[in-house]
C-alpha cells in the first residue's frame, strides 16, 4: 500500500516539475525592459519566468489562470498594474496579492469570478482601482470591501447586481466614482443607500438601470459628484425616481436617456417639479422627450448648466426669473427660428449650442440681443431658412469670442459679416460655402479674430480684400479656396495679417506661388500646401524659415535644387510623402541630402520615388544610387590595371634576361 502511494506520489511529482518544463514557453512582449510586459493571449497557465520580479506594468490578460493564489503573482512585489481581463478567473484565494503592496490598479473584466476570498486584498494596501465588469458578480457582499481601504474606483457595470446596498463597513472616504451601470438594479430604498450620505464628492453612475422606483430621502443630504441616472425609469413617470432625490446634493445629475431607447412616457411639468426639491449645478435631461403642457422650467432656477440636446422640442419655453443659467445645450432639437428660444429669460448665459437642429432654421434679427454676456455660440451642422450671415442676427453679442457656423448651407456674408461690438476671437465656417461679394472686407472689423477656419468654405481669393483688418489672425485654414489659375500672386491676400502663425492652403489647386505672395508673413510657423499641383520645392518663399514646418504632400514634385535645401535646419520638419521624387542620378544631391537629414522628414513611409520606373513605389531611404561611377567603368578600371601590372611584370622579366644574358 504504501509503495503504491509512493508511487504515485513519483508519477505526481513527475507530472509537477517534468511536464511543466515540457512545452516552449510562449514568450511575453517586453514592453519597458525590467518594467513594463504583455502576456496577452498566450494562453498561460501561471506567471512565466521570463517576466522579472521588478515588474510594474503587467498585461496577463486573454489567459488562462483559472485561480489566483497567493503565490501567483507574490514576487512581482513592485506591481503597480495588473491587467487579467477574460483571464479564466473562477476563484480569487486568500492573500491573492498580499506580496503586491505597490499595486494601484486591478482589472478583472470579463473574468467569470464565483468567489473572492475574504482576505484576497489584504496587503494591496495602495489598491485604487478595481475593475470588475463583466463578472457575473450579482452581489456586492462577494466583495471583501473592508481590505479596500484606498479604493478610488469600483467599476462594477454590466453584472447582476439588484441592490446598491455596500457591506457596512465598506471604507468610503477615498471613493471617487462607483460606477454599476447596466445592472439590475430596479429600486433604492433609504435602507440600501445609507452608505452615500458618508461619502463625499463621488461619481454614482447607474445608468442603464432600470430603476423604478426610488424611496423619498434615500438621498437626503448625500453630497455627490455626480448622479448618473441616464436610462432609468422608462416603464413608469420619471417622478417616481426623482421624488427620491430629495435633499440631493449634486455637481452634476444626469435624467436623460439613451439615443436607441424608446420612452413612450413624456416628461410632465410633475416630473419636473420635483427638482425643486434638490440641487445641482448641471442637469442632463439628453433624449428626454416633453409633454405639450411645458410652459415653463420652474425648479431649474439654480442650475448652472443645462442639457436639452436631442429632446424634440420645437420652442424652449424658458426659464423662471433670476435664474443662475451659464450654459444651455439645446442641440438636435426642432426650432423653427433662433427666436424660439426664449433667450431673454437667461440673460447671464456665456455658451450657447444650438448645433444639428432637425429644422431650418430662421437666424431672424436680433433674437439673441438679451445675451450680452455670451462668450460662445455653436451654430453649426445646421440649415439656415435665410442664410444671409449675420450682423442683423448677431446684434447686441457684445462678449462674443467664439462662433462656429461649421458645415451649414451656402451663406452670404454682410459687410461686415459680425456686427461692430463685437469681440469675436475664434470664427468657424468650415463647411460653409460662402459668398463674399467681390468688393467685400465682410472680416474688416474683427481686429480680436486670431482663429478663421474657411476650409472647404469655397472662398474666391481674387477679392484681395477679403482678409483686410485681421490684424492679429494667427491662425488661417482656407483649405480648397478658389485660386484664378492656380496661382497664389504677389499683389496679396496677406497684406494686412502680418501675424499670421498657421496658413493652411491644402488642397487650393496651386501650381504656382509667387515669389513675395507669402515674404511678408514673418512670424509664419506652418504652411500647409498638400494637396497641390506645385511643382517647385522652394524655401525662398519664406520670410523665416527657422521652425519651421513645411507640408508640400501630394504635389508633383520631382527633383529639388541643392540651393533650396542650404536655408534648411534642424529645427524644420518637412512632408514631402506622396510627390513622385525622381531617383535617378539628376536628383542625386537631393537624395544624398534626405538620408543625411532624414530626421527632419515626417511620413518616410509614403516619401517614396516616382522614377526611373524600377525604384517607382521605394523609400528614398532605401534608394543608393551610384553616379559617375558605374560598373562598366569600375571594369574598364581593373582590366586596365591588371593589363599595366602584368606589361610591367612582362618588361621587368625582359629587362632581367637582357641583363643576365649580356653577363
Ligand atoms: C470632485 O470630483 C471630481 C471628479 O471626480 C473632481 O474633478 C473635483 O475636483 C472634485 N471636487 C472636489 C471639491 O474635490
Ligand atoms: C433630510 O435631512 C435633513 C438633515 O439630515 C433633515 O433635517 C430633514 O428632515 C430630512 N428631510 C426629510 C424629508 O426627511
Ligand atoms: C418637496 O419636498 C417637500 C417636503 O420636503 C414635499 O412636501 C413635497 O411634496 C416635495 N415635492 C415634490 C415635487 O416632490
Ligand atoms: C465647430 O463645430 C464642429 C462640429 O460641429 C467641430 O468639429 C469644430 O471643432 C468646431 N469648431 C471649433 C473652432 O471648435
Ligand atoms: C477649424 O479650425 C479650428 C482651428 O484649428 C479647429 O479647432 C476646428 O475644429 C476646425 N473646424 C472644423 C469643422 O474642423
Ligand atoms: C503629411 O501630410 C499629409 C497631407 O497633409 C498628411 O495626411 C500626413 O498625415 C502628413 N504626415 C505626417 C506624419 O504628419
Redesign the pocket.
Known amino acids: 500500500m504504501a509503495r503504491t502511494s509512493n508511487i504515485a506520489l513519483l508519477l505526481m511529482l513527475y507530472h509537477v516539475f517534468c511536464t511543466a518544463e515540457m512545452p516552449e514557453e510562449p514568450l511575453c512582449t517586453e514592453v519597458i525592459a525590467g518594467k513594463d510586459y504583455d502576456c496577452e493571449g498566450l494562453g498561460l497557465q501561471e506567471l512565466p519566468d521570463s517576466v522579472p520580479d521588478s515588474t510594474e506594468i503587467l498585461d496577463f490578460s486573454f489567459n488562462s489562470l483559472f485561480a489566483i493564489y497567493h503565490f501567483t503573482f507574490s514576487r512581482l512585489d513592485k506591481l503597480e498594474y495588473l491587467d487579467l481581463a477574460r483571464s479564466g478567473i473562477a476563484w480569487i484565494y486568500d492573500d491573492a496579492f498580499s506580496n503586491n503592496t505597490r499595486l494601484t490598479t486591478v482589472v478583472l473584466t470579463g473574468n467569470s469570478i464565483v468567489y473572492i476570498a475574504e482576505s484576497a486584498f489584504l496587503g494591496a494596501t495602495s489598491l485604487q482601482h478595481l475593475y470588475l465588469q463583466k463578472t457575473f458578480i450579482s452581489d456586492l457582499w462577494l466583495i471583501p470591501m473592508k481590505s479596500l481601504s484606498n479604493l478610488e474606483t469600483l467599476h462594477l457595470g454590466s453584472n447582476y447586481i439588484t441592490s446598491i446596498q455596500l457591506p457596512d463597513d465598506t471604507p468610503v472616504t477615498k471613493l471617487?466614482?462607483l460606477n454599476l451601470e447596466l445592472n439590475h438594479i430596479s429600486r433604492i430604498t433609504v435602507e440600501n443607500s445609507n452608505t452615500f450620505k458618508h461619502t463625499?464628492?463621488?461619481?454614482l453612475i447607474l445608468k442603464g438601470n432600470n430603476i423604478e422606483y426610488i424611496e423619498p430621502n434615500s438621498f437626503n443630504s448625500s453630497n455627490l459628484?455626480?448622479l448618473d441616472l441616464t436610462g432609468s425609469a422608462w416603464n413608469v413617470d420619471l417622478s417616481s425616481v426623482l421624488k427620491g432625490l430629495n435633499g440631493l446634493r449634486a455637481?452634476s445629475l444626469r435624467i436623460g436617456t439613451f439615443n436607441d431607447m424608446n420612452v413612450d412616457k413624456d416628461v410632465s411639468p410633475s416630473d419636473m417639479n420635483c427638482l425643486c426639491n434638490l440641487t445641482t449645478k448641471e442637469l442632463s435631461l439628453q433624449y428626454q422627450t416633453f409633454s405639450d403642457d411645458q410652459k415653463t422650467f420652474p425648479c431649474l432656477a439654480k442650475i448652472e448648466k443645462l442639457d436639452f440636446t436631442f429632446t424634440d422640442l420645437p420652442r424652449f419655453p424658458g426659464l423662471s426669473k433670476d435664474n443662475l443659467l451659464k450654459e444651455l445645450l439645446l442641440n438636435h432639437n426642432q426650432f423653427s427660428s433662433l427666436c424660439s428660444i426664449s433667450s431673454e429669460t437667461y440673460p447671464l448665459i456665456t455658451h450657447l449650442h444650438i448645433a444639428r437642429n432637425m429644422k431650418t432654421l430662421d437666424l431672424g434679427d436680433g433674437c439673441l440681443k438679451s445675451l450680452t454676456g455670451l462668450v460662445y455660440l455653436d451654430l453649426s451642422q445646421n440649415i439656415f431658412m435665410h442664410p444671409i450671415c449675420c450682423s442683423s442676427s448677431f446684434m447686441g453679442l457684445a462678449s462674443l469670442r467664439f462662433l462656429n457656423m461649421s458645415s451649414g448651407n451656402q451663406l452670404t456674408l454682410q459687410n461686415p459679416a459680425l456686427p461692430d461690438t463685437n469681440k469675436t476671437e475664434v470664427l468657424d465656417f468650415s463647411y460653409s460655402p460662402l459668398r463674399i461679394d467681390k468688393a467685400f472686407s465682410p472680416f474688416s472689423n474683427l481686429a480680436d479674430l486670431k482663429v478663421l477656419n474657411l476650409s472647404n468654405s469655397y472662398v474666391d481669393a481674387s477679392n484681395r480684400q477679403v482678409f483686410k483688418g485681421l490684424e492679429n489672425l494667427v491662425f488661417l485654414n482656407m483649405e480648397k479656396s478658389l485660386f484664378q489659375n492656380g496661382v497664389l500672386a504677389n499683389d496679396n491676400l496677406f497684406a494686412t495679417t502680418l501675424k499670421l502663425e498657421t496658413l493652411i492652403l491644402a488642397k487650393c489647386k496651386l501650381r504656382e506661388i509667387e515669389g513675395q505672395a507669402i515674404k511678408k508673413l514673418k512670424q509664419l510657423k506652418h504652411i500647409d500646401l498638400s494637396g497641390n499641383n506645385l511643382t517647385v520645392f522652394n524655401t525662398n518663399l519664406f520670410a523665416n524659415l527657422t521652425f519651421m514646418s513645411l507640408n508640400y504632400a501630394f504635389n508633383y514634385i520631382t527633383t529639388i535644387p541643392i540651393d533650396f535645401l542650404r536655408n534648411i535646419s534642424n529645427e524644420n520638419t518637412i512632408n514631402l510623402s506622396h510627390n513622385p521624387i525622381d531617383c535617378s542620378c539628376s536628383n542625386i544631391d537631393f537624395l544624398s541630402w534626405y538620408k543625411s537629414h532624414s530626421n527632419l522628414f515626417l511620413d518616410k513611409e509614403n516619401t517614396v520615388c516616382g522614377s526611373p520606373p524600377s525604384l517607382v513605389g521605394t523609400e528614398l531611404y532605401k534608394v543608393s544610387l551610384s553616379c559617375g561611377t558605374s560598373w562598366l567603368k569600375i571594369i574598364i578600371f581593373i582590366i586596365v590595371a591588371v593589363a599595366t601590372i602584368i606589361l610591367v611584370i612582362c618588361f621587368i622579366r625582359l629587362y632581367k634576361k637582357r641583363f643576365y644574358s649580356s653577363i
Open positions: 471617487k466614482t463625499d464628492n463621488l461619481t459628484h455626480c455637481d
